[in-house]
């Protein structure tokens, strides 16, 4: 040996290929080493909920290593902070603390932006909040030593109440300065909280029956590794129901029960990529003689619960099903421009504005230096795309021709708050009811459809919003009060339930126009037939009596214009009635006592005529009181 190593010494350059092979010798004996000095880029795509932390492991470090972490906000309005920290404690318990003292200093701290600054620098080996383009975090950070270290992924003073969230990306190189793009084998070990995998079960129930034979849940997003555990059970009826779980393109991905063999079905599935999109459906198997089985049923949906098998899991955790996302909506009636009662339709101008909170629409400010994306008339094609046309279109169930929008503009927040507005004019199909005109209450009803259905967008009420404005312009009614519902009906375009919001008042009519130009009248003529009772000329009485009738064809004439065109007769149509068959017979009845006089019976004549002066309004007066007995009591 000794003597190789003075030939070696005799000869430099053979020295120096010896030391360069036993370099290489040695390099090659550390695979870590060798992968760390080649530089590696791993890309992590995740999303973070409100308040959640993302933690990952850098295994087998070596002092002077280059880490670069580079975070962004890929959906929502997620601000991304990253931050280095050795492992010296569990981290389930280092983010227990790191989160107490955060709300300890929220609650105490009369300069929070430099005590959490503070806060992270005794908690991190490094950290960056907005390092990078816009809010994107960016890190450089050089190894100290040896050993293990973790890499912390969060929301930006998510614990000081800024709740943002969203889907990020994760880019982290090793000893890859400038690298961008993936390479190299991955060397992040993504490392869980105790607990972290989230237990969470909900319960459905349902009706399924021959004419609709299958129910369709929703269920929410679900992570890669988790668990889907179902149990469905008849509650009434010959119910066998089987289970389907279908992907977002409805094709099926397990099943249960599909011959149905058994009276209670079951389903597990692990998720082996991150699901989107896909549905649980609930079906009526086929019963032994051939036919379609109906019944209840309830049904038990769990993710990371296998107790919900045996079908007596406790409910607990967040839904596991997709909720529909509620839509607040206000009608405003500013002015109605007319009531046509033969049409039965009436055109108001309006404002409406829907406020709901979608958080796939939340993004991050830093996407467009703005704290909201608003959108006038010219830019509502650019609402659209953003939306992706999600958004809950309608239609008003019962316009008449063409909705003429005024204006409209939209607005999204940061955190997935939208709202949408418009002014209008529109004309509105009523069903009046004219049975008691002119002393009638007519409804007023305008119905909003949502145009998505009901398992995605539902309604109800934004407070504060709905009205009528005082001065809204109607004379013919008084209207005073209105109300506002919310119901599921059957879509125009399909067959689906949708959301509907009903905006009704009703209004019962002026009444000083009718007595004065129709009862008033009416009053006169029937006066003026009755005060030829007291002419002792039945010739005269004839001539005035027969006037007077054609009086009443006359008014009753002008009055008809007025009039919508019905199948049935209203209150008016009575009276006018009675009125103008007592004119007739009032005529009549003065032609035969003038052909009595004639005859000579002078008497009978006198004795009959003091009747009927004073039995004649009594009777027309008791006539209409059965009229209005009828409409108002026994008919109503």
């Known amino acids: 040996m000794n003597l190789v190593l003075v030939r070696f010494r005799s000869n430099p350059c053979a020295l120096s290929v010896l030391l360069l092979l036993g370099f290489l010798f040695v390099w090659s004996t550390d695979p870590l080493a060798a992968q760390n000095d080649a530089g590696h880029v791993q890309q992590v795509e995740g999303r973070l909920p409100v308040g959640e932390t993302h933690a990952y492991l850098l295994r087998d470090m070596r002092a002077g290593d280059r880490i670069t972490i580079a975070m962004r906000a890929v959906t929502g309005n997620l601000d991304p902070v990253v931050g280095v920290m050795d492992v010296s404690r569990p981290l389930g318990e280092v983010n227990a603390a790191y989160r107490a003292e955060t709300m300890r200093l929220a609650a105490e701290s009369e300069n929070v ?3 959490l600054k503070a806060l992270r620098q005794r908690y991190f080996l490094a950290w960056d909040d907005d390092g990078g383009e816009g809010y994107a975090a960016l890190l450089e950070y050089t190894i100290p030593a040896p050993g293990d270290y973790r890499i912390i992924a969060g929301a930006s003073l998510s614990s000081l109440g800024r709740a943002t969230a969203g889907n990020y990306e994760l880019l982290v190189g090793l000893n890859a300065s400038g690298a961008t793009q993936p390479t190299g084998e991955p060397f992040l070990e993504r490392e869980l909280f105790s607990g972290e995998v989230a237990t969470s079960v909900e319960e459905a129930s349902g009706s399924l029956t021959a004419e609709r034979p299958s129910n369709s849940l929703k269920l929410s997003d679900i992570e890669a590794g988790e668990t889907l555990y179902v149990a469905v059970e008849p509650t009434s009826g010959n119910l066998i129901p089987t289970v389907i779980l279908r992907d977002f393109g409805g094709k099926p991905i397990q099943a249960g029960n599909l011959t149905g063999q058994t009276s209670r079905t079951t ?12 549905t649980l459906e609930i079906r009526a198997a086929e019963g032994s003689d051939g036919t379609t089985t109906s019944g209840d049923y309830r049904a038990v949906i769990g993710l990371n619960a296998p107790d919900v098998l045996t079908g007596f899991a406790t409910i607990t955790g967040s839904g596991v099903l997709q909720t529909p996302t509620d839509v607040q909506v206000g009608i405003r009636i500013e002015r109605i421009s007319e009531v046509d009662s033969q049409g039965e339709d009436f055109t108001v101008l309006g404002s409406m504005r829907m406020d709901w909170i979608d958080t796939a629409l939340a993004f991050s400010p830093d996407s467009c230096n703005c704290d909201i994306k608003l959108y006038t008339e010219k830019e509502f094609d650019r609402f659209l795309a953003d939306t992706q046309s999600r958004w809950p279109d309608f239609v008003f169930f019962n316009q008449q021709g063409n909705r003429w929008v005024q204006s409209r503009a939209a607005a999204i927040w940061p955190d997935g708050r939208a709202r949408y507005g418009e002014s209008f ?5 009523a069903d009046f009811d004219f049975r008691k005109f002119p002393f009638d209450t007519q409804l007023f009803p305008i119905y909003l459809d949502l145009l998505l259905p009901a398992d995605t967008y539902t309604v109800s009420d934004l407070p504060g919003f709905s009205g009528i404005n005082p001065e809204h312009g109607e004379d013919e009614f008084i209207i005073t009060d209105f109300t506002t519902t919310s119901e599921t009906v059957t879509g125009r375009v399909t067959d689906l339930p949708v959301s509907r919001y009903s905006f009704t008042f009703e209004a019962p009519r002026h ?24 002419l002792g000329d039945y010739g005269r009485r004839i001539e005035a009596s027969a006037a007077n009738t054609l009086l009443f064809i006359a008014f009753s004439f002008s009055l008809s214009d007025n009039y919508p065109r019905l199948g049935y007769i209203t209150f008016l149509d009575a009276v006018m009635a009675v ?24 008497e009978r004549v ?8 004073w039995a004649y309004p009594f009777l027309y007066l008791g006539l209409i009181g059965l009229v209005a007995l009828w409409f108002f009591v026994i008919g109503a």
């Open 511 to 534: 009444q000083d126009y009718y007595v004065l130009q129709v009862f008033v009248p009416i009053l006169l003529i029937i006066l003026i037939s009755w005060f030829t009772f007291f």
């Open 267 to 278: 389903l597990q599935h692990t998720f082996a990529e991150r699901a989107t999109a896909y």
């Open 606 to 613: 006198a004795r009959i005529d003091r009747f009927f002066d």
């Open 579 to 602: 009125s103008f068959a007592f004119n007739t017979l009032v005529l009549l009845y003065n032609v035969y006592m003038k052909r009595m006089e004639n005859e000579g019976r002078l």
């Open 425 to 429: 004019t529109l004309t509105y199909q």
């Open 113 to 115: 932006t430099l005590d």
